[in-house]
C-alpha cells in the first residue's frame, strides 16, 4: 500500500529539520544506556525482544526500527513511544542482523510485528536488504525506510524489491506532521490484515511423519491447544527459519515463550507443557496404573475418600473413550459427549480432590514386598502403595497385512481417526471394523472426507454395531459399506496412496486409490509385563474375584483365609478395573464403574490388613 503525503510517490517532498538530540532528555528508551553497541531492546516497554511478555498479559503488537546512528535511532523510538507507546512495544536496533536475530525470537514466541522502520543507509546490511529479509519473518508487517534525501533514487526502487509501503525523508521534525501520519497509516493498513496473534504451541512437522502425527495425537489427547504448520508451506518454513532448524529433524515445537524443541519425546513434550510426570513422593496409599475411564474414576473416588491417591498413564489421560468421536450412551448426557470432554472433565474432577495425574509414565513391573505394592517405571525408578488398581483396559490390534506396518503413522492410523480428520477433507477414507469405535469414526470423519468406506469381513454390521449407529450410517450418503471385504495390502511411497482389497467369499482383489486407512479391529491387553505375577486368561485379560477360582478351585498361591474380594486379583491389594479385567463389558460406563468399585474394595482391604 502506498498513499500520498510521504509516499513513495511524492519524492520531492521536503527534508524535514534535524531530529531530537540523542541525548534530549526526553530520549525514552534508556536501553542505548545499558544495551551493547548494535544491540536492540524494547524501547520504554516491559522487556526487550529476547524478553517474552509477561505471562498471561496480551503483548503489545511490535514496531521495530533499525538505524545504525544511536542518536538517531533513540530519538526514532522516543518519538514513537510519545505516540504509541501504550498500545504497542518500541524496539530499537542498531543493526540489520541484530533486527532480524529479534524479530526471529519474536516470531518464536508468537508475538505480533505491526511496524518495521529502518534506515537506508547502514553498514554491513542496508536497509531494503534488511526489509527483503524481515519480510521472510513477518510478511504482514507494514515497512517503512528512513531515507536522506540523496537517496530518494533508492527508496523507489524498493518499493519493487520489498513492497515498501512508505519511505520517509530524515529528519522528520516535527512528528505530529511528519513522522505520525506515516506510521498511523502503516498501522491502519496492518490492523485490517490479518494478524491474529498465536500464543499458543506451535507444531511445525511434516504432513506425512509418523512422528509428528504421534506429537499433534499426543497434545491433542492431553488437551494441549496447539497450531499446525506444515514444514513445506510458508508459515512453517518461516517459523523453521526463525528457529534455526534446518527441517531435516521434524517435529519442530516451538513454546508459548519461544523455545524450540527438535523431535522431543513425548515425556520430555509433557514437562515443557506442564504435565506432571513425576511423583510428589514414594508411597502412596493408592496407585492407580492406566489413565482410562476405569482409571480416572478410581482416582476421583480414592482421592475423593481421603486414600493418597496417584494416577500413573503411559500416554494421555482417557484410554479409549479419550479417542472416541461421540458416545452416546453414557448416562447422564442425552446429546452425547465427546471423549475429549469426558476426559477433561474427568481429570479435573480427580485433581480438584487432590489425585496427582502422571503421564508419559510407562508401568514395566510390579512386586509385592509385605504389605507394600511396588510399581516399576520403564526407566527403572518406583514407587510404593499400600493397594495398586490395574485399570491398563486394551490396545488396539494391528492388522497384518503386507505395506500396513512401513505406512503406520503415513496415512494408515490405528483407533486414533480425530486429529486426522481435518487432513481427510475431500480425500476418500477407508476404515476397517464393524464395531460400533469403526461406526463412530465412520459418521465423524464423514463430515470432511469425500467419501467413507467401511470394509467389513462379515456379511453384514448388524451382529457387532449398535443399531443406532447402524441408522445414522444408513442416513450419510458419503457413507458405504463394503461387506465381506479385507485388506490384502497396502501401497504407498511415503504415505498411503493404494489399497488392494479382496474379496473373502470369491478371494477376487482390487486396487483402489485410498490416502487414509483406520483400523479399528478389536484389541488385546498388553499385560505381558504382569506376567508371573498375577493370574490372567489365554488372551492375557487379568482375572480377579470368582473368577480366579472357577469351578471352585481353590488358588493355589493365595495367601489369605478370606476369598479374593469382586475385582481382586491373585495378589491380595491388587485390584483389577474395566477393559482388562477378564470377561469385563468393555464401555464407558462399566469401567467409570468398576474403577469406583475397586476403590471401595481397597478401603475394606485396608480395614482388614
Ligand atoms: C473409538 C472408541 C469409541 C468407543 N465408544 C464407546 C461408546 O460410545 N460407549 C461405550 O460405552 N464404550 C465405548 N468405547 C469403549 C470404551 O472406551 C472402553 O470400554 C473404555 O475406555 C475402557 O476403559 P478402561 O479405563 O478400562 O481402559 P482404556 O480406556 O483402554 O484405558 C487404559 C489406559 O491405560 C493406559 N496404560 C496401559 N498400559 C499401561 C502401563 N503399563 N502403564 C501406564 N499406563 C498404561 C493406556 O495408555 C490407557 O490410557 C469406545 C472405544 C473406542 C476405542
Given at each position: 500500500m502506498v498513499s500520498a503525503g510521504v509516499s513513495p510517490s511524492s519524492p520531492d517532498r521536503a527534508p524535514v529539520t534535524a531530529p531530537g538530540a540523542p541525548d534530549d532528555p526526553g530520549a525514552t528508551d534508556g536501553a542505548g544506556a545499558q544495551g551493547a553497541?548494535?544491540?536492540?531492546?524494547?524501547?520504554?516497554?516491559?522487556?526487550?525482544?529476547?524478553?517474552?511478555?509477561?505471562?498471561?498479559?496480551?503483548?503489545?503488537?511490535?514496531?521495530?526500527?533499525?538505524?545504525?546512528?544511536?542518536?538517531?535511532?533513540?530519538?526514532?523510538?522516543?518519538?514513537?513511544?510519545?505516540?504509541?507507546?501504550?498500545?504497542h512495544r518500541i524496539v530499537r536496533a542498531e543493526s540489520g542482523d541484530v533486527a532480524l536475530d529479534a524479530l526471529r525470537q519474536m516470531k518464536l514466541r508468537g508475538e505480533q510485528v505491526a511496524v518495521l522502520l529502518a534506515d537506508y543507509r547502514m553498514p554491513g546490511m542496508n536497509g531494503i536488504e534488511f526489509l527483503e529479509q524481515a519480510m521472510d519473518i513477518y510478511p504482514g508487517a507494514r515497512r517503512a525506510l528512513l531515507t536522506a534525501y540523496a537517496d530518494t533514487g533508492a527508496a523507489i526502487d524498493a518499493i519493487n524489491v520489498v513492497d515498501l509501503d512508505y519511505y520517509l525523508l530524515k529528519p522528520w521534525d516535527?512528528?505530529?506532521?511528519?513522522?505520525?501520519?506515516?506510521?498511523?497509516?502503516?498501522?491502519?493498513?496492518?490492523?485490517?490484515?490479518?494478524?491474529?496473534?498465536?500464543?499458543?504451541?506451535?507444531?511445525?512437522?511434516?504432513?506425512?511423519?509418523?512422528?509428528?502425527?504421534?506429537?499433534?495425537?499426543?497434545?491433542?489427547?492431553n488437551q494441549v491447544p496447539?497450531?499446525?504448520?506444515?514444514?513445506?508451506?510458508?508459515?512453517?518454513?518461516?517459523?523453521?527459519?526463525a528457529a534455526s532448524a534446518d527441517g531435516l529433524a521434524l517435529p519442530v515445537i516451538i513454546t508459548p515463550d519461544g523455545e524450540a524443541l527438535v523431535e522431543p519425546s513425548d515425556t520430555e513434550l509433557a514437562a515443557r507443557v506442564g504435565l506432571p510426570t513425576t511423583p510428589s513422593a514414594e508411597f502412596y496409599d493408592l496407585v492407580v496404573i492406566g489413565g482410562g475411564p476405569a482409571g480416572l474414576g478410581a482416582a476421583v473416588y480414592g482421592?475423593?475418600?481421603?486414600?493418597?491417591?496417584?494416577?500413573?498413564?503411559?500416554?494421555?489421560?482417557?484410554?479409549?473413550?479419550?479417542?472416541?468421536?461421540?458416545?452416546?450412551?453414557?448416562?447422564?448426557?442425552?446429546?452425547?459427549?465427546?471423549?475429549?470432554?469426558?476426559?477433561?472433565?474427568?481429570?479435573?474432577?480427580?485433581?480438584?480432590?487432590?489425585?496427582?495425574?502422571?503421564?508419559?509414565?510407562?508401568?514395566?513391573?510390579?512386586e509385592a514386598h509385605g504389605p507394600a505394592r511396588t510399581v516399576r517405571f520403564s526407566d527403572g525408578t518406583a514407587i510404593s502403595a499400600h493397594a495398586v488398581i490395574l485399570a491398563t483396559g486394551v490396545a488396539y490390534r494391528q492388522l497384518a497385512a503386507p505395506g500396513l506396518s512401513e505406512?503406520?503413522?503415513?496415512?494408515?492410523?490405528?483407533?486414533?481417526?480425530?486429529?486426522?480428520?481435518?487432513?481427510?477433507?475431500?480425500?476418500?477414507?477407508?476404515?476397517?471394523?464393524?464395531?460400533?469405535?469403526?461406526?463412530?469414526?465412520?459418521v465423524y470423519l464423514a463430515r470432511a472426507a469425500r467419501s467413507v468406506t467401511i470394509l467389513v469381513r462379515g456379511p453384514s454390521l448388524r451382529k457387532s454395531m449398535s443399531h443406532y449407529l447402524i441408522e445414522q450410517i444408513e442416513r450419510i450418503p458419503a457413507i458405504t459399506v463394503r461387506t465381506c471385504t479385507e485388506v490384502a495390502e497396502a501401497h504407498g511411497d511415503g504415505h498411503l496412496e493404494r489399497l488392494t482389497l479382496r474379496d473373502s467369499?470369491?478371494?477376487?482383489?482390487?486396487?483402489?486409490?485410498?490416502?487414509?486407512?483406520?483400523?479399528?479391529?478389536?484389541?488385546?491387553?498388553?499385560?505381558?509385563?504382569?506376567?508371573?505375577?498375577?493370574?490372567?486368561?489365554?488372551?492375557?485379560?487379568?482375572?480377579a474375584g470368582p473368577d480366579l477360582t472357577a469351578e471352585g478351585k481353590r488358588l493355589a498361591d493365595w495367601p489369605l483365609d478370606r476369598p479374593p474380594y469382586h475385582l481382586e486379583t491373585s495378589v491380595p491389594g491388587v485390584f483389577a478395573a474395566g477393559d482388562v479385567r477378564a470377561e469385563s463389558a468393555k464401555r464407558v460406563a462399566s469401567a467409570v464403574g468398576e474403577g469406583a468399585m475397586a476403590v471401595m474394595l481397597v478401603h475394606r482391604y485396608l480395614e482388614r490388613t
Open positions: 553497541p548494535g544491540a536492540a531492546d524494547g524501547a520504554g516497554a516491559a522487556g526487550g525482544p529476547g524478553v517474552p511478555p509477561a505471562a498471561g498479559a496480551q503483548p503489545k503488537p511490535v514496531i521495530l526500527t533499525v538505524d545504525d546512528d544511536p542518536g538517531v535511532s533513540r530519538a526514532v523510538a522516543r518519538d514513537l513511544r510519545r505516540k504509541y507507546g501504550e498500545r516535527p512528528p505530529e506532521e511528519k513522522l505520525y501520519p506515516v506510521v498511523d497509516s502503516l498501522l491502519e493498513a496492518w490492523l485490517a490484515s490479518d494478524h491474529r496473534p498465536v500464543p499458543e504451541l506451535k507444531v511445525v512437522g511434516h504432513r506425512w511423519s509418523a512422528r509428528s502425527s504421534e506429537v499433534r495425537e499426543f497434545l491433542a489427547r496447539y497450531r499446525w504448520y506444515p514444514a513445506d508451506e510458508a508459515e512453517g518454513k518461516r517459523l523453521l527459519d482421592a475423593s475418600e481421603g486414600l493418597r491417591t496417584v494416577l500413573v498413564e503411559r500416554t494421555a489421560t482417557g484410554g479409549q473413550a479419550g479417542q472416541s468421536s461421540r458416545i452416546e450412551n453414557y448416562l447422564g448426557f442425552p446429546d452425547g459427549v465427546s471423549g475429549a470432554q469426558l476426559t477433561d472433565r474427568a481429570r479435573r474432577q480427580a485433581t480438584k480432590f487432590g489425585a496427582e495425574l502422571l503421564t508419559t509414565r510407562d508401568v514395566v513391573g510390579l505406512l503406520t503413522g503415513l496415512g494408515v492410523f490405528y483407533g486414533s481417526a480425530l486429529t486426522e480428520a481435518t487432513g481427510c477433507a475431500d480425500h476418500d477414507v477407508y476404515i476397517v471394523g464393524g464395531a460400533n469405535s469403526a461406526g463412530q469414526a465412520a467369499n470369491t478371494r477376487s482383489t482390487e486396487v483402489v486409490d485410498a490416502q487414509w486407512l483406520f483400523v479399528f479391529i478389536g484389541a488385546a491387553p498388553l499385560t505381558g509385563w504382569l506376567d508371573g505375577v498375577v493370574h490372567r486368561d489365554e488372551r492375557g485379560f487379568v482375572l
